[in-house]
Every structure is written in C-alpha cells, then in structure tokens.
C-alpha cells in the first residue's frame, strides 16, 4: 500500500506513459488474460521488451501475475485505467468532453456549465 495517495497517483499516470504499455493493457482489457508469450507474438518487440513494461505495469497495481506451469499469466488488474483510457480515445475523437460517456455517467446535469476543454 502506498503512503500517500499522491504517490500512487503519480506512478499509476507514468506507468500509462508508453505506447507498448497502452497496447498491452488494451489486450488484457478486450481479450483477457494472456501469457507472456501471447503478448510477444501480438507485437514486434522481444520477450524482454514486453516483459519489462510488464513489470513496470505491474509495479503500478494496473495488472497482476500468476504461474502457470512455465508461464506467467497476466491480467488486467485495474479495469478502470482501460475505462479512462476508453474516455480519452473518445475526447480525442469527438473534441467534445461531453460525449464521453464514462465521465458523464451519475455525474449531474451540468447544462449552461462551461466546457472543461475551452476553459483550459
């Protein structure tokens, strides 16, 4: 467990900052769990490769190990990071904050408020 909120934040967003690390939460979020070498063959880089983005995802708390036999099973472990993840792709779509449905989802009726995105 972490100390302070703040720090886990923080190692969470940097976890997320690498193309290969967005791609392999993708397939464990949309495909499930897979082994190590599953991974590999879905992309264009070594074992090693995958494995340390792996850890470093793991290390975050975003995906969790088991062993099987020879192989390690990873699974997504915070399935609220694919559902941000899911949020941005559809801001960066669409331009418009308010078409994301997982940030407006229970939020209350916020008509007249300004847009979060011009504001900035």
């Known amino acids: 467990m972490f100390d302070n909120v703040q720090d886990f934040?923080?190692?969470v967003?940097?976890?997320?900052?690498?193309?290969?690390?967005?791609?392999l939460?993708?397939?464990?979020?949309?495909e499930g769990s897979k082994c190590v070498c599953?991974?590999?063959?879905?992309?264009?880089?070594?074992?090693?490769t995958i494995s340390k983005h792996l850890s470093i995802l793991k290390a975050a708390g975003i995906v969790t190990s088991t062993k099987e036999g020879l192989n390690?099973?990873?699974?997504?472990n915070m399935e609220c990071?694919?559902?941000?993840m899911k949020c941005i792709e559809q801001v960066a779509l669409t331009r418009d904050?308010?078409?994301?449905?997982?940030?407006?989802?229970g939020r209350p009726s916020d008509a007249g408020a300004p847009d979060p995105v011009d504001s900035m």
């Open 38 to 48: 599953e991974l590999v063959e879905r992309s264009q880089f070594d074992q090693s």
């Open 97 to 105: 904050a308010h078409r994301c449905f997982t940030c407006t989802l």
């Open 9 to 11: 934040q923080v190692r």
């Open 13 to 23: 967003f940097k976890a997320l900052a690498h193309p290969t690390r967005l791609e």
């Open 81 to 84: 990071v694919y559902s941000f």
């Open 25 to 30: 939460i993708k397939a464990l979020a949309e």
């Open 72 to 76: 390690v099973i990873y699974r997504l």
